[in-house]
């Protein structure tokens, strides 16, 4: 009888034993299943920042321009004003060099918007963007340069894309050079602020978002989600 009743315990704890080292197994192979990814990072994605702010602008055609136009395309903004001059860094030459080497990337059927935001209203008419855009070499199929109210100006870029801007007593502009890269469904996926990227990152970036639009249904997009809970972000 002892026998039995030490034979029935050996069991339990071997059960319990067993039980316990299959816990201890799930999150093993967790650990081990983002280690695999980190390292062998089979699909690189950009990170999902936050959301991109809503706006309503005016292009240089006079026409009304708003955040939902560029929903399922990948926009590229930056933020200048025509007369910008040093200090202050023009930042549309980079459009410029991107749009020139865009056949570069197979973005399927992902359209690729640009928009340049002017903070000078007052100077930047329709007439002086048409200009500017004309200088660029700017497709304005694609490329839209658009401007507004100085208070919704500053909601935009200060509180949306955390971008400064402001005037001095002499009536000159402190702007904060930047771009800011927003995928299709309205979410800010890279900013690049105080520096430029140049024209190779914007090129990777943008096809980044070309690919994971284009995988976004069917089994590739659990693949897409694991690679965002495992941070496989481009370095």
């Known amino acids: 009888m002892t026998a039995l009743i030490f034979s029935t315990k050996q069991q339990d704890m071997?059960?319990?034993s067993n039980k316990l080292?299959?816990?201890?197994?799930?999150?093993?192979?967790a650990l081990l299943a983002v280690a695999a990814f980190t390292?062998?990072?089979?699909?690189?994605?950009?990170?999902?920042?936050?959301?991109?702010?809503?706006?309503?602008?005016?292009?240089?055609?006079?026409?009304?321009l708003t955040s939902e136009d560029m929903r399922g395309?990948?926009?590229?903004?930056?933020?200048?004003?025509?007369?910008c001059a040093?200090?202050?860094?023009?930042?549309?030459?980079?459009?410029q060099e991107v749009q020139a080497r865009l056949d570069e990337i197979d973005n399927g059927d992902v359209p690729i918007e640009f928009v340049t935001i002017s903070v000078d209203p007052a100077r930047d008419t329709t007439a002086v963007l048409t200009e500017?855009?004309?200088?660029?070499?700017?497709?304005?199929?694609?490329?839209?340069?658009?401007?507004?109210?100085?208070?919704?100006?500053?909601?935009?870029?200060?509180?949306?894309?955390?971008?400064?801007f402001g005037q001095r007593d002499d009536g000159s502009i402190i702007l904060d050079s930047g771009y800011m890269l927003v995928d299709g469904g309205?979410?800010?996926?890279?900013?690049?602020?105080?520096?430029?990227p140049?024209?190779?990152?914007?090129?990777?970036?943008?096809?980044?978002?070309?690919?994971?639009?284009?995988?976004?249904?069917?089994?590739?997009?659990y693949a897409y989600e694991a690679a965002h809970l495992f941070l496989c972000y481009p370095r």
């Open 21 to 29: 080292n299959w816990l201890w197994a799930i999150p093993a192979t």
């Open 73 to 83: 395309k990948i926009t590229f903004y930056n933020f200048t004003y025509t007369n």
């Open 132 to 164: 500017f855009a004309n200088q660029l070499g700017a497709d304005q199929n694609m490329w839209h340069f658009v401007t507004g109210d100085v208070n919704r100006l500053k909601w935009v870029i200060g509180g949306g894309f955390g971008l400064y």
């Open 14 to 16: 071997a059960k319990a």
């Open 198 to 221: 140049g024209v190779d990152i914007v090129l990777r970036d943008i096809r980044l978002l070309a690919e994971e639009s284009q995988n976004s249904e069917g089994a590739a997009r």
């Open 39 to 64: 390292i062998i990072r089979p699909i690189q994605v950009l990170p999902r920042i936050t959301l991109a702010p809503g706006y309503m602008l005016t292009d240089q055609n006079g026409n009304a």
């Open 86 to 95: 040093e200090p202050c860094v023009q930042t549309s030459g980079l459009l």
């Open 186 to 196: 309205g979410i800010l996926r890279a900013e690049y602020v105080h520096y430029d």
